[in-house]
């Protein structure tokens, strides 16, 4: 069966980013007011989606975001968000609190680039995408357990990619016969890594014209990436036996 996976892939805005600061992990700011009105334009955008499940990493500025786009969305009101650790930013070691500035510059410096490099104490690329494959394979567990016996079938097949992957769009693009809805908060070199994966690993399939580059950037705060993931039950186990991009980097909810 298909899930609708919606990745809010940045949380909205803090202080730090305000300020051109680098956060990761040891900062644990609140969202700014200009963040604040980020999440709730999402949760706006997304009103109208039923989801079923809410995923959040367990730092404060994605949980807010996760709560307000909740509180926006009458299909919520029972569901109990899951803040999972797994979804946490990457850690950027010394370069945390510091100007973003700075650490791109150690990166240029190192012959890297930003945000793949790793500073002394940081997280590599390598650790984040275990992260992501261990977060991915408890989201379909938990999602095929509750979820596999409205279906009644051993799976479902794909419906046809889009055409392109418009920036702006309808909050429903591409998922119209979905049953499953899943909202995942997370945070934007956490989601660069994750697409890369999604991408050259599990050769998920991309909508006409996509730029890579674009792809494998950052996105902006509250930005949007839709996946359709297809489980299918093995002995008693789901596996994703196809994976799709609708869209990504979304962010006219913002802009509006």
Known sequence: FDI???FISYSGETQYNKDGLLQ??????PLSETGLIQAEAAGWYLRDVKFSNVFASDMLRAKQT???IMKCNSSCS??????DPLLKEKSFGIAEGGRLQDFKDMAKAAGQSFPGFTPPG???QEQVKERVKEFLEKMLQQIG?????ERGQDEIALSAPPETSPAEGKADDGVKDVPVHA????HGAYMCVAVRYFVEELRCCLPQGSDKAHMFSLSPNTGLC?????????NDRFVLSALRCVFIHRGDHVKQ
């Open 66 to 68: 996760a709560e307000t």
């Open 145 to 149: 357990a509750e979820h596999f016996h």
């Open 78 to 83: 029972a569901l109990q968000m899951v803040c």
């Open 24 to 29: 990761g992990q040891a900062i644990d700011l």
């Open 226 to 234: 839709r996946f359709i993931l297809t489980l299918r039950k093995q």
């Open 122 to 124: 940081g997280e590599t």
């Open 4 to 6: 609708d996976a919606a």
């Open 183 to 186: 909202l995942v908060v997370t």
